[in-house]
């Protein structure tokens, strides 16, 4: 499981667009707006393709200025780890 953190900068006039664009995309979810218009996101996925076909999908919405990832990290899921007793 890969989770990411992006500020993304909105046109100052699209802010509320853009949230509910973020929210409705699967894997993302808000986690912040400041009052510059500035938005804080999460990104959950299976592996890093994911992250970054979503990562660029924030990157390319209508009204986005800017996406900058600034968290990243990888975990593996606890169900995948197998104990092995000797």
């Not at 802010?15 to 664009?21: D, K, P, W």
């Not at 009052?35 to 959950?44: L, Q, W």
């Not at 209508?62 to 975990?75: D, I, N, P």
């Given at each position: 499981?890969?989770i990411?953190?992006?500020?993304?900068?909105?046109?100052?006039?699209q802010?509320?667009?853009?949230?509910?664009l973020?929210?409705?995309?699967?894997?993302?979810e808000v986690?912040?707006v400041?009052?510059?218009?500035?938005?804080?996101?999460?990104?959950?996925s299976?592996?890093?393709k994911e992250?970054?076909q979503?990562?660029?999908?924030?990157?390319l919405?209508a009204?986005?200025?800017s996406?900058?990832m600034?968290?990243?990290q990888?975990?593996?899921?606890p169900?995948?780890?197998v104990?092995?007793?000797?």
């Amino acid at each position: 499981m890969n989770i990411s953190s992006v500020i993304v900068i909105p046109r100052p006039e699209q802010v509320e667009q853009v949230v509910a664009l973020l929210g409705a995309h699967e894997g993302v979810e808000v986690a912040a707006v400041s009052p510059e218009g500035k938005i804080i996101v999460t990104i959950e996925s299976a592996g890093d393709k994911e992250t970054i076909q979503i990562y660029e999908a924030i990157s390319l919405m209508a009204g986005v200025m800017s996406a900058s990832m600034v968290y990243h990290q990888r975990e593996d899921e606890p169900e995948a780890e197998v104990l092995v007793e000797a």
